[in-house]
Structure formats: C-alpha cells, structure tokens
C-alpha cells in the first residue's frame, strides 16, 4: 500500500462549451489517473459529456450516480460516491472529481468536499458559472459601481423570491424548470418584467434566447435562467 | 479600406493565476492582431501582467489609461479608448479586449460594450471571477440548494451593506480597501463577523488568507474580499 495519498481536486468545468475549461482545469483533467463525474439515475451525464474529447482511456473513470428525485435523499448517494474516490486517494491515485459550472456555487462537489477534506490533500479549480456566462451570452452588463447582484434558485417561495429581488440591484434566477410561471408572475408583480432576460443551456451546442413572452412554461428546462441587468446608467 | 470590419472580443482573463484563463480566452488572445487592456495613471497593468506570456511581438498592444482617483469622470477616457479600438475594427482588425475577472460583473469591458456593440460584431468570453475563485481558495462552500447569494462592494452605505446583508444566505463582498473597518462594524453588528473569511489577491503569487480578526484595518488593498459561506448544513 502506497504511503504518499492522492490529492483530491474538486474541478469546475463551465456551463456546456468544452472551450470554457480553464487551462488549468484542461491540465488537471488529461493529468490525474482518475475522473469522477456525477451520473443521474436517468441517465444524463452533462458533466461527462463537457469534457468527453479530453478523456484517455488510460484514465479511470468513476461515475458517482445521484438520484433524479429531488424528494430522495442524496446522502447515501454521496457517502458511497466519497468512499469510492477515498480509496483511489489512499491508494496514492489524485482524483479529479468534475463539477459542471463552478464548484462552489450549488455544486455536487461540495458535498465530496464536506466528505473528504479533512482527510486528503483537496484543491478547488474555479469554473466559469452559468450564471455569469448568461450574462456573457446575453450581451447583458450586470454590475454597475455600487450595485448589489443576487443569485437565487427559482425553487424559493414566491414571497421570498419577491422579497430577494426587491432588495437588488440585479439578479440571476437559476433553475427555473417547472418554477417558470411563479417566476414570471412576480417578476410581473414587481414591474421587472420589461428588464427580464431568459436563456436556456447557456454556451451548449443547444442553447437557446428567446424573449421570456414568448416562453411556453411548460417546456422550460431545469437548465433555464432569468437575468435582470442593473438599470444604471453608467457614462 | 477593408470592407469587412473587425470583431470586438470582450474577455474575462480570471482573478490573477494565468492557468485561470479559460481554453477560448487563451485561443481569442493568441490569434487576434489587436489586444487591448486597461491601465491605471499610477501605473499599475494587472490585465496585462496577467496574461504576459500569452502576447507576442508582433501583435499591436493597445492600452486603455484609466483615471486612477474615482473623483475622476472616466467618461471621456472610455470615450477615447473605444475610438481607438474602433479605428481597427473598421479597418478590419480584431481586437481583444482583456478583462480582469469576468467581463459583465463590475468588468471595465462593460463601457467599450456600451459604445461599440452596436456598431461591430461583439462576443464576450465569460471569465474566472474573484468571487468564486475566492470561495474555491478559502476552501468554502458557498451556496446549497435553496441560498440565495449576494455579491455587493464595499463602498456602499453601513446601512445598505446591512440590508442587503440580512436578505441574504451568503455574500461576497468586493473592492474592500479603505472601506474595511466599515465593513467589519456591520459584520459585528448583525453577528456575523464568526462566519466571514477574508482574503487578498485571490489566485495572485502573492495571495493572502488571514482571520479578520488579525487584519489591520489601515493595510487593506482594494482587491481584498470578504466571503460568508451558507449556514446550511447539507447531508
């Protein structure tokens, strides 16, 4: 059994467009002898697929299943997905466990991280966020000088997403899905409406903008986000 | 004259590690002819030093000065770099304009995307920002499932920075300099300075993690940040 232990990198990887890696997360990822990556139980493995082109099939891959009802709990998911990667690490191996986005914004690594950090070597490589990107892809400048942007999950209560927003400068609402309609209505509600920008799958090969009029609420996926520019004007 | 005009990139070059960039922004820096940065009067040219072993000679830098006193209206700087940078866009040069952070928070980008994206094809590269990044250094998970995350500088009133404080699972505070004891007085008063981490230079060769207990407050540069993780205690 080795005694040097692996390291433990927790690497963002963006929002879709394989170019949005960064170098170092480029580097780490065709260097480690072992990739693990998040799977849904239906079978959708975004992570995977962002970086498919950089994998060598020298590398182990370890796919960390998670459960597609949110009404399930993750926990025991995660325990067994930490003691796989744990004995790749205690056998000297380094680990790069993928996290879609940036890993410390809602990511499934912070839950490895919780896990495994006090007992490995850990490094987190930041990643470009969709919420950001969004604005990228948009043309749309968020943040002015003194402006305050929020970043909410559209799975809050439509009070307290009213009560978030009112108290912004800007904001980002991620996760929108089945969440669209009560959205759209406070967003109504506090005449931010005309300001709203949507946008699905942002940088993928299918992302879509449309205006958020025409947007059925039926068919808005979990990967759709709201973005509410700052109205300052600047010079 | 060249009938085919040049096209505008906007790109977020990360918080300060070169390996930051992302694949597309090293791509976009290393082809274009043309690459623009800000610098301040006093000097100082973070952008460029950044990516400094990316830039050949025989590609035109154009800097961009900046007034270094925010008394300063930096209208009629912008105004002249934007003339610059359309002069060779018109005769059918790219031209890259280098952004510290991400382009579209806070992101000097934002008023040469103001003046010029309606006249050239512009695309902007979404970037590494100091926020995230400073989550992923401090090793601090930043937001789960249903938090909601500001992102605020520190110039603002005690009584907004309070406010919005309050409405908000986690923060990231910005730009914190001369402004830190202020800072730290609001973070006592709503009893959440035990949460906040604080650091300098996020990814930079010279970064900096200190308690905030032990940071003096005259001795604060102005890319210090001050992080306060999610309270939720996930699974």
Known sequence: ?????????????????????????????????????PTME??????????????????IELPMPLPFSVERSSQPYYDLAAENIAQHLTAGRDV??????????????MYIFNRLSHSFAT??????????????MLGAPL???????????????????????????SAIIIKLGR???????VLIDLNLIDRALYIERVTMSNQVIKAIST???TAVPYWAIILIPSQTKPS
């Open 96 to 109: 790069a466990v993928l996290c879609e986005g940036d890993p410390m914004l809602y990511g499934s690594f």
């Open 1 to 37: 059994m080795s005694e040097i232990k692996g390291t433990l990198y927790g690497v963002g990887i963006g929002p879709g467009d394989p170019e949005l890696l960064t170098l170092k997360a480029h580097r780490i990822i065709t260097s480690v002898p072992v990739i693990a990556y």
């Open 143 to 169: 943040t002015y000088r003194n402006d305050v942007l929020s970043i909410m999950p559209a799975t809050l209560d439509a009070e307290i997403l009213s009560d978030r927003l009112a108290g912004s400068d």
């Open 179 to 185: 969440h669209f309609a009560k959205v759209k209505q």
């Open 42 to 59: 239906n079978g959708k493995v975004l992570a995977r697929a962002i970086v498919a082109d950089f994998i060598r099939s020298d590398q």
């Open 123 to 136: 490094e987190v490589i930041p990643g470009i966020s969709s919420t950001f990107a969004s604005a990228a």
């Open 215 to 217: 947007v059925d609420p």
